[in-house]
């Protein structure tokens, strides 16, 4: 799954730790959703969504084959 968790927190100019500790998550698993080795919750995935204010679907995609 591809996901614009970089570019969203860039654009909010927030560190790897400072986007963590909103989302109540440690900064490493904020750095493996990011490098695409671990896939949120659904629950996070929502929370990380609302707080950068687009949809899951715009910060979140299935990668076809």
């Known amino acids: 799954?591809?996901?614009?968790v970089k570019v969203?927190?860039?654009?909010l100019d927030w560190t790897q730790a400072q986007l963590?500790?909103?989302?109540?998550?440690s900064r490493q698993?904020?750095?493996?959703?990011?490098?695409?080795k671990f896939?949120?919750?659904v629950i996070l995935?929502?929370?990380m969504a609302k707080l950068f204010n687009v949809t899951?679907?715009?910060?979140?995609?299935?990668e076809q084959e």
């Open 1 to 4: 799954m591809k996901n614009l």
């Open 8 to 11: 969203e927190r860039a654009r």
């Open 20 to 25: 963590a500790e909103e989302l109540g998550v």
């Open 29 to 36: 698993t904020i750095h493996a959703i990011e490098k695409n």
């Open 39 to 41: 896939n949120p919750s």
């Open 45 to 47: 995935a929502i929370k």
């Open 56 to 62: 899951v679907e715009e910060l979140f995609s299935i």
